[in-house]
């Protein structure tokens, strides 16, 4: 490939957003001729299902008395460090402020005191509890506000985190916040409605069914999802299929119980077989109650699947209420049981809903259309040094 860039990207190894989006981007730009490097402690599970021409380097420090925990992110440094100073990167993209855009700091000024060849550029993506959360945290804001000022490019993944970006950190800084607003993307052609014609547990039910997939922290809200469907399929043979794991999986099975649902609420655990659970869904539900975009309902409506979602944060900015799903505010559980109870219930409406949901997945969110904007802004970020 001509004017091909060396990329290195920075992630979180998990099943959540942050490091979706981080592996599949590297694997887009590697296919699209880009020499591409991924550097976590862990291989990401996307990364990890794929025979994309990534390079991955795993960095995990050295465990050692002093340290309370191993310290990751000097690994990943040195490890940025080593890669740059063998073959060169242009680009450094650190996606989740904390720890990677300080790693990524760090590299670039170790890098500026070589002499060998010029420093990379920082590119950071804002994906949502870095800023809401972790990064507004007391202990943390004041370096996330520094490494936010010190990156070459911001981008966030929606133009609500955009907002909340520019209100808790950029009145501090002393000048202009630019962020660029590039939202996540979807593998239309995997996160297909042709997933269904595989086999999956949603197929083999006597009922309708709905699907949640998530990492199961609190403000994803599972057992108050539990009780929403409960409300909504009294009566019923529906199934509530959850997909993922984490701290509040016991809290969700206690609530099924108590609501009487256990043999209609099916706990899968993590499963990478995502696009074979979503596309015979009736329906995808989405209960968080702060979400920066919400990459998996727009995986679900990628394989025709219409959301019930909460309207927290940027979801609105994925899901068209009326038209590909159907919205509440965070705290109706009434509400959001009733757009359930409808689109259970309602087949010729849920699958009008999903037919809109593959198109706009398909017209506004895929996968070759988001990787040429930050591609372009790669080269953006390189001219303006020179």
């Known amino acids: 490939m001509a004017n091909a860039l060396r990329i290195g990207i920075l992630c979180h190894p998990t099943y959540g957003g942050s490091g ?3 592996s599949e981007l590297a694997l887009s730009l590697a296919e699209t001729g880009h020499e591409v490097h991924l550097f976590s402690h862990e291989v990401p599970p996307r990364l990890a299902r794929s025979p994309g021409l ?6 995990q420090g050295v465990p050692y008395p002093l340290f309370h925990s191993t310290p990751h992110d000097l690994a990943i440094t040195s490890a940025i460090l080593n890669v740059h100073r063998a073959g060169g990167l242009d680009i450094l993209h650190a996606h989740y402020a904390l720890p990677h855009a300080v790693s990524a700091f760090l590299a670039r000024s170790a890098a500026q005191a070589d002499t060998g060849r010029p420093a990379p550029r920082i590119v950071t993506t804002l994906h949502g509890t870095d800023i809401t959360l972790i990064g ?20 966030t993944v929606s133009r609500w985190l955009a907002d909340e970006t520019r209100a808790r950190f950029c009145p501090g800084m002393g000048g202009p916040c630019g962020i660029d607003v590039i939202h996540n993307f979807v593998d239309t052609a995997w996160f297909s409605p042709d997933a269904k014609a595989s086999p999956s547990v949603c ?16 403000v994803k809200r599972v057992p108050w999802l539990v009780r929403a469907f409960a409300k909504a399929s009294a009566g019923s043979s529906a199934r509530l299929v959850l997909v993922g794991d984490g701290p509040d999986q016991a809290a969700s099975r206690e609530v099924a119980r108590e609501m009487g649902i256990s043999e209609r609420v099916l706990f899968l655990g993590e499963r990478d077989a995502l696009p074979e659970l979503l596309a015979p869904a009736d329906v995808f539900l989405l209960s968080s109650s ?8 727009l995986e679900a409506m990628s394989c025709g699947t219409p959301v019930v979602a909460t309207d927290a944060g940027g979801v ?47 017209e506004r969110f895929d996968r070759a259309k988001v990787v040429s904007a930050y591609e372009a802004l790669y080269r953006r970020v390189l001219a303006a040094q020179r």
């Open 136 to 155: 507004n945290d007391p202990s943390y804001a004041p370096l996330t506000q520094f490494v936010i000022s010190a990156s070459d490019a911001v981008t």
């Open 203 to 218: 197929r083999q039910s006597h009922g309708p069914t709905a699907v949640h997939v998530s990492n199961f922290r609190p």
């Open 20 to 22: 979706v989006v981080a």
């Open 54 to 59: 990534v390079q991955m380097h795993r960095a």
């Open 316 to 362: 609105r900015e994925v899901v068209e209420h009326g038209v590909t799903g159907l919205l509440s505010d965070i705290d109706d559980i009434e509400r959001f049981a009733e757009h359930l109870a409808q689109l259970l219930h309602d087949r010729t409406r849920a699958l009008a809903m999903g037919e809109a949901a593959r198109r706009s997945a398909v």
């Open 290 to 297: 702060s979400e920066s975009f919400g990459l998996s309902a």
